[in-house]
């Protein structure tokens, strides 16, 4: 088991994109029109959870709400050496930081994020050892 202590943590929300070809099912857009409508929008589903930036990666951890949820909480890791780009696009109550990686993109939500994006910067920088 991993005890390393993280450097920086900051609460997110992660955006889990809907598989390539996936079609909404109609009973979703009459039973949850407005949730439907976001879902739609942004293309996948927010996942509330926390941020960790550790000493060679970043690592996300789903908040579980509901302690009797058959699935475990959604759990994953970038290597800041895999990292190519960060940004940070404001908005009017929310932040939505893009990170670039291994011919991807991961998108998060958060608010306050200036101090954490600079660490992880900071940490990008510095080879680890």
């Known amino acids: 088991m ?8 900051l609460p997110v929300a992660w955006l889990r994109r809907l598989p390539d070809g996936y079609v909404i099912p109609i009973w979703r ?3 949850f029109p407005a949730t439907t409508i ?3 929008r942004y293309g996948g589903m927010w996942m509330s959870g926390e941020l960790k930036l550790m000493g060679s990666h970043i690592a996300f951890t789903q908040s579980r709400l509901v302690k009797s949820s058959r699935t475990p909480p959604a759990h994953w890791e970038i290597p800041l050496d895999s990292i190519a780009d960060i940004t940070v696009q404001k908005g009017l109550t929310s932040e939505t930081i893009e990170v ?5 993109t991961t998108k998060l939500m958060t608010a306050r994020s200036a101090e954490f994006v600079e660490l992880l910067n900071k940490a990008r920088a510095t080879p680890s050892p």
Do not use: D, I, Y
């Open 38 to 40: 976001m879902l739609k």
């Open 100 to 104: 670039r990686h291994a011919g991807q």
């Open 29 to 31: 857009w009459v039973l």
């Open 2 to 9: 991993n005890t390393e202590a993280p450097l920086a943590t």
